[in-house]
C-alpha cells in the first residue's frame, strides 16, 4: 500500500513541477511580446463615418486615414487622439489603433 502511494506522490510532484515550468515559460513569452511593441500617439479628426458598417474614419496630421469600428458618440470633425502600436515593424501602414480618445 505504501509503494502505491509513493508513486502517487511521485507523479503528483512531476505533474506539478512541470504545470509550474511551463506556466513560467508562458508568461515569459507574453512578457518578452509585449516589450517589443512601442506605442505612440497622434491628433486626428473624425473625416467619415459610415453607420452601416459601424465605421469611423479618421485623419492624422501626417495625413494618413484610419478606420476603426463603433460609430456611437462620434461626430463629423471630430477631435481625437489616436494611440497606436506600432506592431514592431518599420512601416508605418500596418500599425493599429489601440485607443480613439475624444479631445473636442
Same mark, same amino acid.
Given at each position: 500500500?505504501k509503494? /502505491?502511494?509513493?508513486k502517487k &506522490?511521485?507523479? /503528483? #510532484?512531476? *505533474? &506539478?513541477t512541470a504545470? !509550474?515550468l511551463? *506556466? %513560467?515559460i !508562458?508568461a %515569459?513569452?507574453m512578457d518578452?511580446?509585449?516589450?517589443?511593441?512601442?506605442e505612440?500617439?497622434?491628433? &486626428? #479628426?473624425? #473625416? %467619415? *463615418?459610415n453607420?452601416n458598417s459601424?465605421?469611423?474614419?479618421f485623419?492624422?496630421?501626417d495625413?494618413n486615414? =484610419?478606420? *476603426?469600428?463603433g #460609430?456611437?458618440? =462620434?461626430?463629423l470633425n471630430d477631435?481625437a487622439? !489616436?494611440t497606436f502600436s506600432?506592431?514592431?515593424t518599420?512601416? !508605418? /501602414?500596418?500599425?493599429?489603433i489601440v485607443? &480613439?480618445?475624444?479631445? %473636442?
Amino acid at each position: 500500500m505504501k509503494n /502505491l502511494t509513493d508513486k502517487k &506522490a511521485s507523479r /503528483l #510532484v512531476i *505533474i &506539478a513541477t512541470a504545470a !509550474l515550468l511551463l *506556466i %513560467g515559460i !508562458l508568461a %515569459g513569452c507574453m512578457d518578452a511580446n509585449r516589450n517589443d511593441f512601442t506605442e505612440y500617439t497622434m491628433q &486626428a #479628426v473624425v #473625416v %467619415g *463615418i459610415n453607420e452601416n458598417s459601424d465605421s469611423v474614419f479618421f485623419e492624422t496630421t501626417d495625413g494618413n486615414i =484610419w478606420e *476603426i469600428e463603433g #460609430v456611437e458618440d =462620434w461626430n463629423l470633425n471630430d477631435n481625437a487622439e !489616436l494611440t497606436f502600436s506600432d506592431e514592431n515593424t518599420e512601416s !508605418l /501602414l500596418d500599425d493599429i489603433i489601440v485607443s &480613439a480618445r475624444y479631445t %473636442g
